[in-house]
């Protein structure tokens, strides 16, 4: 029996699992309509275009930028702070690396015997990095400061 209808029908029901783990804004303008149907339009065309300003609401940068990176809560006196913090990654080349080696068997057309090579084996290296890209500080609830780093 021909595997190909099963494994395509598999495939059909793995692919809106894998599909539904990925964040958009539209998705999450879907999971919070309520906050973002209460900002005003000029509001929400920022929001869709992942832009946020002082003074949103968590809910609306959530929608903004997804789910933050990190967070750090800071307790003072007046109150409790909330900081996200947002990173970009990214991979630099590094060089190249010896691996291994390959082995391969050719005849020899005068004599008819084998003849093994042996050849080194190089493979690129790159290193993955991650930076910090914006913080979005909040009290009580709402945007107070957005630091972004500037390169």
Known sequence: MN???????????????????????????????????????????????????VGYSADLVYIALGKPDDQINTITKQGEDETWIYHSYHEDYAGTVRTGYRRYIVIDPRTGRPVVFIEPV???VYREHTDERIRIIFKSGKVSAIEELKR
């Open 122 to 124: 190089y493979t690129d």
């Open 3 to 53: 595997s190909f209808p099963r494994r395509l029908t598999a495939l059909g029901l793995l692919l809106p699992l894998l599909f539904a783990a990925c964040s958009t804004v539209k998705s999450r303008i879907d999971e919070k309509p309520a906050a973002f149907a209460a900002a005003d339009p000029a509001t929400q065309e920022n929001v869709r275009k992942g832009a946020v300003e």
